[in-house]
């Protein structure tokens, strides 16, 4: 049995997907777009790499990663997913894509389902708010691809050192504060930057006793430039 989305009407319509359309609308398009919920364990596959994508994902509840693994094992994330979001857009707006990310339920999630299909499609109601969600998706596939190539200047930097430094300074500058919270624990953030997390423990210890910055669990303080 499909979970109840009536709860989360308000994270739906305040998604980027439905930025503009008033709320009688977005009812209207859920039904136009084949809207199916889904609910998830912490630790299930929400999607899994080898799957063909035919509907992009909205969460709902919890929070989720996207992440690729090659054949050893090794994984990188390549982002988080909160409520609000969508992922795997790329991949359903691709015919005969097969998915080679895996997107994984950090906590028990509850997900919206869109035909994609649909989306790129004028439907046969003809709704007028339809070229707006349109809109919407294209500006938010734009976003992450600006995010990705943000995350290429961090791999791009050739130490454990600097790829942090890149990290942590473009966060800074995101939330417009020396002070912020990063969605990644320690794991994640060293599989994020496809690092060691051992050597990035230690060098982020390293960057606390120079005096460069503090930190408690995902909560940094930026204080000093590094030296040179």
């Not at 136009?32 to 992009?56: N, Q, V, Y």
């Amino acid at each position: 049995m499909q979970p109840d989305i009536t709860p989360y009407f308000p994270i739906v319509q305040k998604s980027v997907l439905f930025s503009g359309v008033q709320a009688d609308e977005v009812t209207a398009m859920l039904g136009c777009l084949g809207a199916r919920a889904a609910a998830f364990a912490k630790g299930d596959f929400i999607l899994r790499p080898g799957e063909r994508a035919t509907a992009l994902g909205l969460l709902l509840g919890g929070t989720a990663h996207i992440a690729q693994e090659d054949f050893w094992g090794n994984r990188n994330i390549l982002s988080r997913v909160q409520p609000g979001q969508l992922f795997a857009e790329s991949f359903a707006c691709t015919p005969g894509a097969v998915l080679d990310i895996g997107v994984v339920a950090d906590s028990p999630a509850t997900v919206l389902f869109l035909e994609v299909g649909r989306v790129l499609t004028t439907c046969s109601a003809a709704c007028g708010f339809h070229s707006r969600v349109v809109r919407n998706l294209l500006a938010d596939m734009a976003g992450k691809n600006l995010r990705f190539h943000e995350k290429l200047t961090h791999m791009a930097q050739r130490t454990t050192r600097q790829k942090l430094l890149s990290y942590l300074s473009a966060e800074s500058g995101r939330q417009g504060s020396a002070q912020f919270d990063i969605p990644f624990d320690r794991q994640q953030l060293a599989d994020y930057l496809s690092v060691d997390r051992s050597a990035m423990s230690a060098e982020l210890s390293r960057l606390r006793r120079e005096g460069v910055l503090d930190y408690c669990r995902n909560h940094f303080t930026l204080l000093q430039p590094p030296p040179a």
